[in-house]
């Protein structure tokens, strides 16, 4: 017999915690992003329960295992109707940090990967430490434009895979009472890894007077450096950019249901980085008295 056809279609903007799962793509047996708004959609009647996973359901974009997004897009084909409110609460019950927070009504089929740019943003947390702004900065310039970024990515990746691609931005800023280092990173689209092993490389060179020359040589050579990308935990994808191809509507609400979970969320982190802030703080007086024999 043959599947009902569906009938509504729809872009939904995501938002998600990324530290929950094994990555976004959907894996049999694991638990991921698609898995779960899959698993949302179906239980909802939107898709078919027997449905495979790709027939109503196609991403703009994969995040590895501990990456998060506010802004990943999916495009669905639904049976019914889209409530945002209803798939949110259902990701709720169910344990899932997973939320739509805006919708592209849509007049049929269309592929989510065709965006203009993917934004991504790292934050890196200093806890004291000293960094070398200019030099940094100095480094990421190097890394604007277009080149052959096999250097900056997953070590025996596949050579069938075109590594090069262009960088349209790639800024700075130090915030939080200089504690804390936000990159933001700009392009149609990235290789596996690339942005967390260009900010590890650009952290562990970030005093070398010729971070220039060095960063230029990895581009250069596609000699992969011997370091650690750095930690999934701080890479967020921001946003993905279609321009004015779609309007991102507030649909049923959802804007504001994200926003009141988003301050809950918030003031709870909040609660913790203080308490775990002011430990550490002390931990480090302790320290030092003992060094100093106080």
């Known amino acids: 017999m043959a599947l009902p056809a569906p009938s509504f279609f729809y872009l939904i903007k995501v938002w998600y915690a990324g530290r929950a799962y094994n990555g976004s793509q959907y894996q049999p047996g694991l638990h991921t992003v698609d898995g779960a708004i899959v698993d949302a959609l179906r239980s909802l009647d939107y898709i078919p329960g027997d449905a495979s996973h790709n027939e109503n359901f196609k991403v703009a974009g994969r995040t590895d295992k501990g990456v998060s997004a506010f802004g990943a897009v999916y495009f669905v084909a639904l049976l ?11 990701l709720k019950e169910n344990d899932h940090e997973i939320m739509i927070r805006a919708v592209a009504t849509l007049d049929g089929p269309v592929n989510p990967r065709r965006a203009h740019y993917r934004i991504y943003k790292y ?38 895979i075109l590594t090069r691609r262009t960088l349209d931005a790639a800024d700075l800023d130090l915030v939080g009472d200089g504690e804390l280092l936000v990159f933001t990173f700009k392009s149609q689209g990235f290789l596996w890894e690339q942005i967390r092993r260009m900010v590890a490389f650009l952290i562990e ?14 581009l250069d050579t596609g000699s992969q450096p011997n370091l650690e ?29 994200f926003t009141t979970a988003m301050k809950k969320r918030y003031i709870e982190e909040r609660d913790r980085s203080a308490i775990t802030g002011a430990v550490f703080a002390a931990a480090k007086k302790l320290l030092k008295d003992e060094d100093t024999g106080n």
């Open 80 to 90: 019914n109707p889209l409530h945002p409110g209803q798939v949110n609460e259902w």
């Open 123 to 160: 934050f890196h947390v200093l806890a004291g430490e000293r960094i070398n702004i200019d030099s940094v900065r100095k480094g990421l310039a190097v890394l604007l434009g277009d080149h052959d970024f096999k250097g900056f990515t997953k070590a025996r990746i596949d050579p069938a």
């Open 205 to 218: 060179h970030h005093d070398d007077e010729d971070i220039d020359r060095q960063v230029q040589e990895v």
């Open 229 to 257: 990308p750095a930690p999934p935990g701080g890479l967020i994808l921001w946003d993905i950019d279609y321009g004015n191809e779609f309007t991102w509507e507030n649909l049923d609400g959802c804007q504001a249901q």
